[in-house]
């Protein structure tokens, strides 16, 4: 962890789509892709992981303006 001194500010790009990528040979983890404006990127997460992005997305996305 670092010190709130050294904290950087770091880029960030829109998502523009995202795949889950399941591999046969790994039940246990999945890899998460998302594409921006630069690029892919790729993460591998477990079930417990994935569980926990998708409430805190869902409560996130719920605080959020309807768009219209």
Avoid at 9 to 38: C, G, K, M, S, W
């Amino acid at each position: 962890m670092t010190d709130a001194t050294d904290e950087q500010e770091i880029p960030a790009y829109p998502i523009l789509a995202y795949q889950l990528i399941p591999d046969p040979n790994r039940p246990h983890v999945v890899a998460l892709a998302f594409e921006t404006e630069r690029g892919h990127s790729l993460y591998l997460a477990t079930r417990e992981i994935l569980e926990d992005l998708a409430a805190d997305l869902l409560d996130r996305a719920g605080k959020m303006p309807q768009k219209g």
